[in-house]
C-alpha cells in the first residue's frame, strides 16, 4: 500500500467533515492518504438561484475535472448534489452508510407563523415547491451558499425561517435547538448519503473504496436516482424521493411538484429486496402517466 490516495474536496466545514471521515476510514485499513481541497463553481457564485446556474453538476464538476487531470485519485460528494450520470471514466467507488435524510425548519422566533403568514428561506426547488404546496400563503426567499454561511444569513434577517438537510447540521454539530423535524417533506434522492468516486481505471482506488461501501444505503439511492433520472430527463424540477429497507421490503415514495407548489403528483410502493432492478424506473413512470409529463412540459418552459 505504498500509493497515496489523494483525496479530493469541496473546501466547506461539512466537506471536509465528510472528507475526513473518508480519510480516517482509509487510515484505518492501512492505506496513506492526502485531503486535496478545490474550491467549486457553486461555492464562488452566491448571488444566483442553483438552478439559473445550471444546477446539474455544479458542486461537483470541479472536482471532475480535477479527478481527470490526474490531481486527485478520488472525490467525496454528498450524493444529492451528483448528477445521476456520472462523467465518462469516473464510477461509484463506496456510498458510506447513510444518515439522518430528514429535512428540518430552524426558525427564528418560533413556529406561531406557520398558521397564518411567513418568509422561508431555500435555494432548493424540491423544498420551495413542497413548503408553497403546504403553506400557500407563505413567501418562500432565495438562500445560497454552504451550510455556516446559510445559518448566519437566517440569523441577520428577518425570515420566519429556513430549511436545511438535518445530516448536515448534524455532521458539524451546527444544529440548534430552535427546529422542528419536517417529517412531511420528502427529501430529495440520496439526502443523507456520501458518495466516493474513483476513475475507472484505478483499480487499486477502487478496491479501497469496496471495504467503505453500505449495501443496504447503496440499494436505496439508486432507486431514488433511477426515479431522479427518469423524472427529469436533463432538466431540473422539485423531485422528491425515498427508498427504506423495512425486513424483506424496501418502501418507497416519490413526488413531482409544478414550481408554485400548487400540483404534486406523488407515487406510494413497495418492492421486496431482489427484485429492486427497474423498481425506480417503474416508479417514475407511474408518475409521468399520471399528470407528470405536462408538469415536467411546463417546468421546462418556465425554467429556460
Not at 492505506?31 to 478545490?38: A, D, E, G
Not at 418562500?140 to 438535518?166: C, E, H, P, Y
Not at 436505496?220 to 424521493?241: D, K, N, S, W, Y
Request: hydrophobic share 40%; net charge neutral; aromatic share 6%.
Amino acid at each position: 500500500m505504498t500509493k497515496i490516495i489523494r483525496i479530493g474536496t469541496r473546501d466547506s466545514e461539512l466537506a471536509l467533515w465528510q472528507a475526513n471521515t473518508v480519510q480516517k476510514s482509509l487510515q484505518n485499513l492501512g492505506y496513506k492518504t492526502q485531503l486535496v481541497p478545490v474550491k467549486s463553481t457553486g461555492d464562488l457564485v452566491l448571488d444566483k438561484p442553483l438552478y439559473e446556474l445550471g444546477i446539474t453538476g455544479i458542486f461537483t464538476k470541479t472536482l471532475d475535472v480535477a479527478m481527470l487531470k490526474d490531481e486527485v485519485d478520488i472525490a467525496v460528494h454528498s450524493m444529492k448534489d451528483v448528477p445521476t450520470a456520472l462523467p465518462k471514466g469516473i464510477v461509484e467507488g463506496a456510498i458510506l452508510q447513510r444518515a439522518n435524510v430528514k429535512d428540518i425548519l430552524v426558525h427564528n422566533k418560533g413556529i406561531d407563523f406557520l398558521q397564518t403568514t411567513g418568509t422561508i428561506a431555500t435555494g432548493s426547488l424540491r423544498r420551495k415547491a413542497q413548503w408553497l404546496h403546504k403553506y400557500p400563503k407563505h413567501s418562500v426567499v432565495d438562500l445560497r451558499g454552504n451550510v455556516n454561511t446559510r445559518m448566519q444569513k437566517l440569523t441577520d434577517n428577518d425570515w420566519s425561517g429556513a430549511i436545511f438537510a438535518a445530516a448536515g447540521l448534524e455532521r458539524i454539530h451546527l444544529k440548534p435547538d430552535n427546529y422542528i423535524d419536517l417529517d412531511w417533506m420528502i427529501p430529495a434522492p440520496a439526502q443523507g448519503a456520501m458518495l466516493v468516486v474513483a476513475k475507472e481505471e484505478d483499480e487499486f482506488c477502487r478496491e479501497a473504496l469496496s471495504h467503505l461501501n453500505h449495501k443496504p444505503s447503496e440499494i436505496c439511492v439508486h432507486i431514488e436516482r433511477a426515479f431522479l433520472r427518469a423524472l427529469e430527463g436533463g432538466c431540473t424540477a422539485p423531485i422528491g424521493a425515498l427508498a427504506e429497507v423495512e425486513e424483506d421490503y424496501i418502501n418507497f415514495r416519490g413526488a413531482l411538484f409544478s414550481l408554485n407548489g400548487k400540483h404534486k403528483i406523488e407515487v406510494v410502493r413497495k418492492v421486496k429486496i431482489g427484485n429492486e432492478e427497474g423498481f425506480g424506473e417503474a416508479c417514475a413512470n407511474q408518475i409521468l402517466n399520471n399528470g407528470g409529463r405536462k408538469v415536467m412540459q411546463e417546468i421546462k418552459a418556465e425554467i429556460n
